[in-house]
Nanobody, 118 residues
Framework: QVDLVESGGGLVQPGGSLRLSCKASGSSFSINAMGWYRQAPGKQRELVAAFAPGGSTNYADSVKGRFTISKDNAKNTVYLQMNGLKPEDTAVYYC????????????WGPGTQVTVSS
């Protein structure tokens, strides 16, 4: 059973914004070591943003200055605020452990689709 539920995706025009949410449940996940990943059609899944153990944040170069990761410990939820969206941000967005996400697809949630198009 995967205890991750991503939400908040949708269709947005270039330059628009979306806020993704990832609710983690169960003892397998610490939101203090969680990341957002994305997979575009025909491409490998890649890291977008993450909370690293120790409290630092990491961002892919392609999203620096546009995306912000945040969390609510009381709600065990991680967020991804995405501003200035570009067509190349189109992908399915997932959350999972960081820096060692699972290789087994059974341990990934359904993700949430983000489509940036005019």
């Amino acid at each position: 059973q995967v205890d991750l539920v991503e939400s908040g995706g949708g269709l947005v025009q270039p330059g628009g914004s979306l806020r993704l949410s990832c609710k983690a449940s169960g003892s397998s996940f610490s939101i203090n070591a969680m990341g957002w990943y994305r997979q575009a059609p025909g491409k490998q899944r890649e890291l977008v943003a993450a909370f690293a153990p120790g409290g630092s944040t990491n961002y892919a170069d392609s999203v620096k200055g546009r995306f912000t990761i945040s969390k609510d410990n009381a709600k065990n939820t991680v967020y991804l605020q995405m501003n200035g969206l570009k067509p190349e941000d189109t992908a399915v967005y997932y959350c999972n452990k960081y820096p060692y996400p699972p290789n087994n697809e059974n341990y990934w949630g359904p993700g949430t689709q983000v489509t940036v198009s005019s």
